[in-house]
């Protein structure tokens, strides 16, 4: 017998608002993939694309867009995803190769692969965390091509504003264990006092030693970008007004919160990265990227 329900519950988990986002930031790391100058590659991100309704016309390669790399959305909107996928990778196996951690926990997970296409040291475990319809979809189309993790994966359907940390222990998570987390275009979506909360509960779930990486948005007042490139053009091409989904209450200075903690932390611009690598965005007029901070969390071991 067909399970309609799971089938129903998948597509829906993509089909508006939040969900939509991850299939955009999919789309962006497939069209990442096949340039020659590539920084990141994720040949399960084409799969998910495709799979979706709402994007399976969206461009995969940068030759599928009429005006190439001068498209807002499609060339300098993914590019940026491409570079913070790289960067976030690199953080991610530097922090179980050097750090030693080897427990990764993904907060928001949406249609991260990272599982399945990094290079994990024995031990590893992913822990994914999302709502229960961005998981179906995703478990519907990894076992539709029969992928393989890399690492022992545990997948927790959970709304991030309420209390997740006791599904994660009961799910085998240590606490007493050094920890990498990553939240990867999370906090853009959430009430100001459920991102502090989550910084909380990750601050106290997480052992000496431990590491945490995070993307905010420093504007005073996003509406000041309504009419920048990337947000008119995501409007206009796919459908997606990012500024509705962001919430926008003042951001706590969650930073600044765990560097009272006994966290040593690292503000980066992503064009910092832009530098580093030699390819990604830079700096332009009326720039929504203009915001956009990469955090880099690492809590003493004593």
Same mark, same amino acid.
């Given at each position: 017998?067909?399970?309609?329900?799971?089938?129903?519950?998948?597509?829906?988990?993509?089909?508006?608002?939040?969900?939509?986002?991850?299939?955009?930031?999919?789309?962006a790391r497939a069209i990442?993939?096949?340039?020659?100058?590539?920084?990141?590659?994720?040949?399960?991100?084409?799969?998910?694309?495709?799979?979706?309704?709402?994007?399976?016309?969206?461009?995969?390669?940068?030759?599928?867009?009429?005006?190439?790399?001068?498209?807002?959305?499609?060339?300098?909107?993914?590019?940026?995803?491409?570079?913070?996928?790289?960067?976030?990778?690199?953080?991610?196996?530097?922090?179980?190769?050097?750090?030693?951690?080897?427990?990764?926990?993904? %907060?928001?997970?949406? %249609?991260?692969? &990272?599982?399945?296409?990094?290079?994990?040291?024995?031990?590893?475990?992913?822990?994914?965390?999302?709502?229960?319809?961005?998981?179906?979809?995703?478990?519907?189309?990894?076992?539709?091509?029969?992928?393989?993790?890399?690492?022992?994966?545990?997948?927790?359907?959970?709304?991030?504003?309420?209390?997740?940390?006791?599904?994660?222990?009961?799910?085998?998570?240590?606490?007493?264990?050094?920890?990498?987390?990553?939240?990867?275009?999370? %906090?853009?979506?959430?009430?100001?006092?459920?991102?502090?909360?989550?910084?909380?509960?990750?601050?106290?779930?997480?052992?000496?030693?431990?590491?945490?990486?995070?993307?905010?948005k420093l504007e005073k007042?996003?509406?000041?970008?309504?009419?920048?490139?990337?947000?008119?053009?995501? &409007?206009?091409?796919?459908?997606?007004?990012?500024?509705?989904?962001?919430?926008?209450?003042?951001?706590p200075d969650s930073a600044?919160?765990?560097?009272?903690?006994?966290?040593?932390?690292?503000?980066?611009?992503?064009?910092?990265?832009?530098?580093?690598?030699?390819?990604?965005?830079?700096?332009?007029?009326?720039?929504?990227?203009?915001?956009?901070?990469?955090?880099?969390?690492?809590?003493?071991?004593?």
């Amino acid at each position: 017998m067909v399970d309609t329900a799971h089938q129903n519950t998948a597509v829906e988990g993509v089909e508006g608002g939040i969900g939509v986002t991850a299939l955009l930031v999919a789309a962006a790391r497939a069209i990442e993939t096949h340039r020659p100058d590539s920084l990141a590659r994720d040949p399960y991100a084409e799969h998910f694309v495709l799979a979706a309704p709402p994007s399976a016309k969206w461009p995969l390669r940068t030759e599928h867009v009429p005006d190439g790399d001068a498209n807002p959305l499609w060339g300098r909107f993914a590019r940026y995803f491409g570079l913070r996928t790289r960067v976030l990778d690199d953080f991610l196996l530097q922090s179980v190769h050097t750090g030693g951690a080897r427990q990764v926990v993904l %907060l928001g997970a949406g %249609l991260d692969s &990272r599982a399945f296409r990094l290079d994990w040291p024995a031990g590893c475990v992913i822990f994914e965390m999302d709502r229960e319809g961005v998981l179906a979809f995703k478990h519907k189309v990894l076992d539709g091509i029969q992928a393989t993790p890399k690492a022992a994966r545990v997948a927790l359907p959970m709304d991030l504003r309420g209390d997740w940390a006791a599904a994660l222990t009961d799910a085998g998570f240590d606490p007493a264990a050094p920890t990498v987390w990553l939240a990867e275009g999370l %906090l853009f979506y959430l009430p100001a006092a459920a991102e502090t909360c989550l910084i909380d509960t990750v601050d106290r779930l997480s052992a000496g030693g431990s590491a945490l990486a995070y993307e905010v948005k420093l504007e005073k007042d996003l509406l000041e970008y309504r009419d920048s490139p990337l947000y008119t053009a995501t &409007r206009d091409q796919i459908g997606i007004d990012l500024l509705s989904l962001f919430d926008g209450e003042p951001r706590p200075d969650s930073a600044g919160d765990l560097a009272s903690r006994n966290w040593t932390t690292s503000i980066r611009t992503p064009f910092e990265f832009t530098h580093r690598h030699g390819r990604g965005p830079l700096p332009e007029q009326n720039d929504a990227l203009a915001g956009n901070r990469w955090v880099f969390a690492n809590k003493s071991p004593s």
